[in-house]
């Protein structure tokens, strides 16, 4: 008899406990994340330094003396590169977070004529996310792969990786930032 109880009691409370799992939802992407700096603090305080970082890790400089080599050495050398790639990666992952603005409200374009300003940037990205969203997994990719040449201490892929971080950086830039450099010509 107890246990006939108890089965009419679980079946009596199943649908409030339905209800109550109904209700309970995944939070959006923007409950989980409060931008507060934008694509450009992003760029110049994260993406830009740990390209540059990237980029001047390995060299080769030729003058009347002779041909100078550089690249990463020691493993202190090479951690220090890997910061940058680590940096890269997720600064590219900043990127996508929903609501983040390309600059912050009166900021103007240092290169008018050249370069849109940040209200025009805002709109070509917001009527193409889809493609700003390819562009930033694109340099997060190449991040990844010059992640890869680090760990195993490639310079010579560090150096090919390199180029496709740039290629990424610029396929966005010419998109959204230089859009009418491509139509002049």
């Not at 406990?17 to 939070?27: F, G």
């Amino acid at each position: 008899m107890q246990r006939k109880s108890l089965v009419l009691l679980v079946i009596a409370l199943l649908p409030g406990l339905v209800a109550c799992v109904n209700e309970i939802k995944e939070p959006t992407q923007e409950g989980y994340f409060k931008p507060t700096a934008t694509v450009q603090d992003i760029m110049l305080s994260l993406i830009d330094p740990s390209a540059d970082g990237i980029w001047n890790s390995v060299s080769t400089t030729i003058t009347k003396t002779g041909t100078e080599d550089k690249q990463p050495r020691t493993d202190q050398e090479w951690q220090e590169v890997r910061r940058n790639a680590i940096t890269l990666i997720e600064g590219a992952n900043l990127l996508l977070i929903n609501g983040r603005q390309v600059a912050a409200k009166g900021v103007k374009s240092e290169n008018p004529g050249i370069e849109e300003g940040p209200e025009e940037v805002q709109r070509l990205l917001d009527a193409d996310r889809e493609s700003y969203v390819k562009f930033a997994h694109a340099l997060h990719d190449s991040g990844v792969q010059a992640l890869a040449a680090i760990d195993a201490k490639n310079s010579a892929e560090l150096v090919a990786v390199g180029g496709r971080i740039d290629e990424a950086c610029e396929q966005c830039h010419q998109r959204y930032w230089y859009p009418n450099q491509n139509k002049a010509k």
